[in-house]
């Protein structure tokens, strides 16, 4: 079961750049979750989708968008990248948003 | 301001003793609460949970106590081995809107295990 995949693995951009972490979940679950892990500051949620059609704000949108494609796909898009948005991206998914949620293996990203 | 708090940045425990995490939180509709491991270029993963309906749940070496009244709860490993050193991280989960659920986490505690 491959579970959670986030694709890159890694990628560095140049500022003003745009990019879209892909993101997909293969257990059904109805939850998808975007965090940045940064020294320090633990995780933080970037957006959130509830449900297939849903998306919200979590702590700390802005600079990103995001489109829950279908139940198993959620991406997430810098449209003019940032150094401060320099941080490890983590995808998440859960069956209902309330209990467990799986985790993929990240996607370093650095803007210079 | 920080819903899930984790005061202690680092910890450092002995090989066969006990290791407790501690970790504290503001917002009272949390009513779930989650401990995750981290391993350096890995995505975080589940480790045991409680219910706020519950004070204690324990799985294996692995031990989770809730303090509803003093919004605290606290991991404990016993004993600690090696393997367990990595960074820990509590969430908690409430609803935050028509049924809207998401975990916020604390910012880590890093555990190494000495042999």
């Known amino acids: 079961n491959a579970g959670v995949t986030q694709t890159p693995k890694f990628q560095v951009l140049k500022t003003g750049q745009s990019m879209t972490l892909q993101c997909a979940q293969d257990m059904n679950h109805n939850s998808m979750y975007w965090y940045r892990q940064d020294p320090g500051m633990g995780l933080r949620l970037i957006y959130y989708s509830a449900s297939e059609g849903t998306t919200d704000k979590g702590e700390v949108p802005n600079g990103y968008n995001v489109s829950r494609l279908n139940k198993r796909e959620f991406s997430l898009r810098l449209e003019s990248a940032a150094p401060s948005q320099t941080s490890v991206y983590f995808c998440a998914s859960s069956v209902q948003g309330y209990g467990e949620a799986f985790f993929g293996q990240g996607t370093r990203l650095t803007v210079v | 301001d920080q819903q899930v708090k984790q005061n202690s940045p680092s910890l450092s425990v002995q090989e066969g003793r006990i290791s407790i995490l501690n970790c504290d939180y503001t917002?009272?509709?949390?009513?779930?609460f989650l401990w995750y491991k981290k391993y350096p270029a890995e995505g975080p993963t589940f480790l045991i949970s409680?219910?706020?309906?519950?004070d204690k749940n324990e799985d294996g070496r692995f031990t989770v106590f809730l303090n509803k009244s003093a919004k605290h709860l606290s991991l404990h490993i016993v004993p600690s081995q090696p393997g367990d050193s990595a960074v820990y991280f509590c969430?908690?989960?409430?609803?935050?809107?028509?049924?809207?659920?998401?975990?916020?986490f604390g910012k880590g505690t890093k555990l190494s295990v000495i042999p």
């Open positions: 917002n009272s509709m949390f009513d779930y």
């Open positions: 969430a908690a989960s409430g609803d935050s809107g028509a049924g809207s659920y998401q975990l916020t």
């Open positions: 409680i219910s706020s309906i519950k």
